[in-house]
Structures are given as structure tokens and as C-alpha cells.
């Protein structure tokens, strides 16, 4: 099971794809600071 990431603790690098299908990493945009993540459910 995946450890839960509690208030103020950096998210974990994961990757995911856009929507052309390109692969991105979260890590790719840390150097920026603040990474804003919206995930959303049903949407389509």
C-alpha cells in the first residue's frame, strides 16, 4: 500500500500522460516551487 502524505510533506514523483498522450513527471516542475494538481472525477 502507498504511504499517505500528510499536510506540508512534498508529494512523491509520479508520471502521468496529457492529454496528447506525452509522458510528464512531476519533477519536471518542482524547480518552479508552487505545483497546483486538480484531478478531476467524471469529467467528459
Known sequence: M????TPGE???DFEL???QGK???LSE???NKVV???FL???M
Open 2 to 5: 502507498a504511504k499517505l502524505i
Open 10 to 12: 512534498p508529494a512523491p
Open 17 to 19: 500522460q496529457d492529454v
Open 23 to 25: 509522458s510528464i513527471r
Open 29 to 31: 516542475f518542482r524547480e
Open 36 to 38: 497546483v494538481l486538480d
Open 41 to 43: 472525477r467524471g469529467f
